[in-house]
C-alpha cells in the first residue's frame, strides 16, 4: 500500500499545483506541468505491485526510465522560459513531439499490467480497466479533447469536473473495492484455514486420548486411577499400565518437552514402544534404555522425563527413573536415583532400585505439570502443597492444581496395593 499512498498523495499535490497555477501568481502553469510527470509512473507501480508482478522487473525499470526521460525533454523545452536553451529554438518543435509520444510506452506498459493481472484475477482485472484506461486517456486527454471537442470539465449535479478529477475519484472508489474484497477474501480464507486447524486438533485430540488411556485393569491386587488434562488440545505427556498373566503390573510414566503437535506425535511413538516392548520384558531399565534410543535421532529436539515400575503381585516393585519426578508412597517421595532423560545421550544408562511394598499402600506418580502449575500471583504449587495432597485420588489433586493455575499438561497415576 505504500505505491498507493505515494500515487495518491502525489495527486493531491498535482491538483494543489494546479489550482495555484490557476488562481494565484505563486506558480505559473509552466512550473505546474512538472509536477504531472511522476503520475504515470507512481500509478505503474502501484499497479505492478497490487497484480503481484514481481517477475516482470523491466516494468518498473522501464517506468522510471521513461519518468526520467519525459523529465529531461520537458526541461529541454521549458529551458527558454529559464532564460537560458539547450536546443535552438527551431528544434524546439522535434522535443514538443517527443515528450508527447514518450507517453506512447507508459500506456503499453499499463496495458501488459492489465494482461498480467487478467491472468491471475480476472475480477480484479476488470474492476481495474475502467480506471486505468481513464488514466491512459487523460495523458492524451488534452490532444483528444482538442482534436474531437471533447469538454474539458464536466458539471454532474452542477458542480464542475475535470477529467483529472474524474480519474481520481473513480481510482480511489476502485482501488477501495479492491482492498474491501481482498480483505473479506482473506478473512474467509483464514477461517477456512482456522477452522480446518481446528478440526485436525479435534482429531488429534481424540487419537491421542485413544492410544494414551490404556485398557483398564481389573485386579484384586492393584487398585489404579488415573487422571490425565492437556494443557492445549493434545499434551506431551504420557502413561501406561500394563498386566502380565501372572498379575504383575507394568507402569511407566513420562513427559515430553514441549507441548502441540510435534510433542503430541511423539508420545505416541514412545507409547507404541512401550506397549511392543511389555510383550518382551517388563524390567524397568530394560524399558527405558529401549525408550531412549528410540528417540535418539527422532525426537526434531525434544527430550522426555520417564519412570518405569514393576510391581509383583507380592508387592516387590522394581523401578528406573530417567529424570523423571520421583513417586510418593504414603505422603513420602520416594529417595530414587536419577539419570539422563530420554533423547539426550544415546549410551544414558539407568539402574533399578527394588522395594518392598506393604498391604494398604498407596502410590502416586505425577508429571511436572502438578508441582509446576502457577498462580495469578506467578507462584508455584510447589512440592509442598504437591506432597501435602499425594494421598488423595487421582482426580481430587488434578482438580486442586487445576484450580490453582494449570500452566502445562497434567497427570496423575494413583496405585492402591493389597496383597495378593
Known amino acids: 500500500m505504500v505505491w498507493l499512498f505515494l500515487a495518491l498523495g502525489w495527486a493531491v499535490i498535482d491538483s494543489v499545483v494546479v489550482a495555484l497555477a490557476n488562481l494565484t501568481t505563486l506558480l505559473s502553469a509552466v512550473e505546474s506541468n512538472w509536477v504531472s510527470i511522476l503520475t504515470l509512473p507512481l500509478w505503474t507501480m502501484f499497479w505492478w505491485n497490487w497484480f503481484g508482478l514481481s517477475e516482470r522487473r523491466w516494468i518498473p525499470r522501464a517506468a522510471w526510465l521513461l519518468a526520467a526521460t519525459l523529465t529531461l525533454l520537458k526541461f529541454c523545452l521549458k529551458s527558454p522560459y529559464l532564460s537560458f536553451s539547450f536546443v535552438p529554438l527551431s528544434s524546439l518543435h522535434w522535443f514538443n513531439g517527443a515528450s508527447v509520444w514518450v507517453n506512447v510506452p507508459y500506456q503499453f506498459l499499463l496495458i501488459v499490467i492489465l494482461v498480467e493481472g487478467y491472468r491471475r484475477d480476472r475480477t480484479e482485472a476488470l474492476l481495474a480497466a475502467f480506471p486505468i484506461l481513464l488514466l491512459m486517456y487523460g495523458t492524451f486527454g488534452t490532444y483528444l479533447r482538442h482534436a474531437f471537442h471533447i469538454p474539458d470539465v464536466f458539471f454532474p449535479f452542477g458542480l464542475g469536473m475535470t477529467v483529472a478529477d474524474i480519474v481520481s475519484m473513480l481510482l480511489i472508489l476502485v482501488v477501495a473495492a479492491l482492498s474491501l474484497r481482498r480483505f473479506l477474501r482473506t478473512q474467509v480464507r483464514e477461517s477456512l484455514v482456522h477452522e480446518a486447524a481446528r478440526k485436525d486438533l479435534e482429531q488429534a485430540q481424540q487419537l491421542q486420548q485413544r492410544v494414551l488411556v490404556p485398557d483398564t485393569i481389573h485386579s484384586p491386587i492393584f487398585t489404579i486411577e488415573s487422571e490425565y488434562r492437556p494443557a492445549l488440545t493434545v499434551g506431551g505427556d504420557f502413561y501406561q499400565t500394563l498386566s502380565k498373566p501372572d498379575g504383575t503390573l507394568i507402569l511407566v510414566i513420562g513427559d515430553v518437552s514441549g507441548k502441540g503437535i510435534s510433542a503430541a506425535m511423539l508420545v505416541a511413538v514412545l507409547v ?10 517388563s524390567d524397568p531399565a530394560s524399558m527405558l534404555a529401549m525408550l531412549n534410543r528410540r528417540m535418539i535421532g527422532r ?21 528406573a527413573n530417567a529424570g523423571h519426578i520421583p513417586p510418593y508412597r504414603n505422603g513420602l517421595e520416594l529417595d530414587l536415583d536419577g539419570s539422563l532423560p530420554l533423547g539426550i545421550a544415546e549410551d544414558a544408562t539407568y539402574d533399578t532400585q527394588t522395594l518392598q511394598l506393604q498391604p494398604g499402600d498407596h502410590l502416586t506418580f505425577i508429571t511436572d505439570g502438578v508441582v509446576e502449575a502457577t498462580n495469578a500471583a506467578k507462584e508455584l504449587y510447589g512440592f509442598d502443597r504437591t506432597r501435602d495432597i499425594s494421598n488423595q485420588p487421582a482426580a481430587a489433586i488434578a482438580d486442586h492444581v487445576q484450580n490453582f493455575g ?9 496405585i492402591q496395593f493389597a496383597a495378593a
Open 299 to 319: 525426537s526434531g529436539g525434544h527430550f522426555a522425563t520417564c519412570l518405569a515400575a514393576e510391581i509383583s503381585p507380592s508387592g516387590i516393585m522394581r523401578i
Open 272 to 281: 507404541g514402544a512401550i506397549r511392543s516392548h511389555a510383550d518382551f520384558t
Open 406 to 414: 494449570q500452566d502445562d499438561d497434567i497427570t496423575v497415576l494413583g
